[in-house]
């Protein structure tokens, strides 16, 4: 091979360089047809009046000193406290009549708390599904970039074969330590895109954020309905007691998934309307709202204690 050629290789492995390497654009949502707001549910959530629980706390807890705490608050989230008290009113009647009181008084209970365990399934469901949309879009992006670190590492490999070939084939000095180095550099940039390469992101949208109103915690939700929402926040429904649900799955965010200190542009990705996302940050999504979506179900816990109340009035 003449020594005048070695130009030649060297422009070629660029060139596969620039190849490799090329700028990853953003993909659009809209163009994998999975945007709109497919996982809300298709009708709002709709309460009466004497369903929406009451938020003088301590007030309801000094009012009801025979009734424990968190059963208490358990009836007031469900709308059922003042039909308890009723019943607690005729536990001693044995008349029919009072039996036959009883027994409508525990159907309208048992009624509002089967609503309840539903409205819980409902949120869930929707959580289980932003989830899985998350995670969805987040293997997309894994698959194109697995895809494009095949195409770094292939032209890595190809680009030490080609330098050693031409390190061996030019005689002289001067040219050779040219390729040889240059070579050397472009196969260790390729190596090291693929420890570090940006990959493809996509342009995420979600007008109803089902983590915005747990990280900004407003007295009252667009998302979470009345009863899911005052169980989230009322601290007594935590192990602790001193922090509330909502506020301890926060917390869990900041320290485990966002790592600590949260910046502007993560806010407003994660909590606000959207954003570019790239396959790491949706994995990240992911993970928050399935977090949430554990609270939420573990609210069926705290129904079943209710429902373990009521068999021992009588």
């Known amino acids: 091979m003449k020594t005048r050629r070695f130009p030649l290789l060297f422009a070629s492995m660029v060139l596969l360089l620039l190849y490799a390497c090329k700028t990853s ?17 298709a009708a709002a959530f709709s309460n009466s009046q ?35 008290r009723q019943m607690k009113g005729i536990a001693g009647d044995t008349s029919l009549e009072g039996m036959m009181r009883r027994a409508e008084l525990r159907s309208k209970i048992q009624h509002r708390l089967l609503l309840a365990t539903m409205e819980i399934a409902g949120v869930a469901a929707e959580l289980d599904c932003e989830g899985e949309k998350a995670d969805q879009l987040a293997k997309y992006l894994d698959n194109f970039n697995s895809k494009r670190n095949t195409r770094l590492t292939v032209a890595s ?47 995420f949208a979600h007008l109803r954020n089902v983590l915005s109103d747990i990280w900004y ?19 007594h429904f935590s192990n602790s007691g001193q922090i509330s649900l909502a506020a301890n799955v926060k917390k869990r965010w900041e320290r485990f998934d966002l790592g600590g200190d949260v910046s502007t542009s993560d806010k407003q990705l994660f909590f606000g309307e959207g954003g570019v996302y790239k396959a790491d940050d949706l994995h990240t999504r992911a993970a928050m709202v399935n977090e949430l979506q554990s609270t939420v179900r573990s609210v069926n816990q705290d129904l079943q204690r209710l429902l373990h109340y009521l068999i021992t009035i009588e």
């Not at 929406?52 to 059963?71: M, Q, R, Y």
């Open 25 to 41: 654009r953003v993909i659009n949502s809209t163009e994998l047809t999975i945007t709109g707001n497919y996982c809300a549910p």
């Open 50 to 84: 004497d369903t929406i629980p009451l938020k003088n706390t301590d007030s309801l807890i000094k009012a009801n000193p025979d009734l424990p705490v968190h059963e208490v608050l358990m009836a007031n989230a469900t709308g059922t406290l003042f039909l308890i």
């Open 157 to 203: 490999i190809i680009t030490g074969a080609l330098t050693t070939i031409a390190t061996v084939a030019i005689r002289e000095q001067g040219p050779q330590n040219v390729v040889a180095i240059g070579g050397g550099l472009l196969s260790a940039g390729l190596g090291a895109l693929t420890i570090n390469a940006a990959g493809k992101k996509i342009r």
């Open 217 to 235: 915690m407003p007295d009252t939700s667009a998302i979470y309905p009345p009863f899911t929402w005052y169980v989230l926040n009322e601290k």
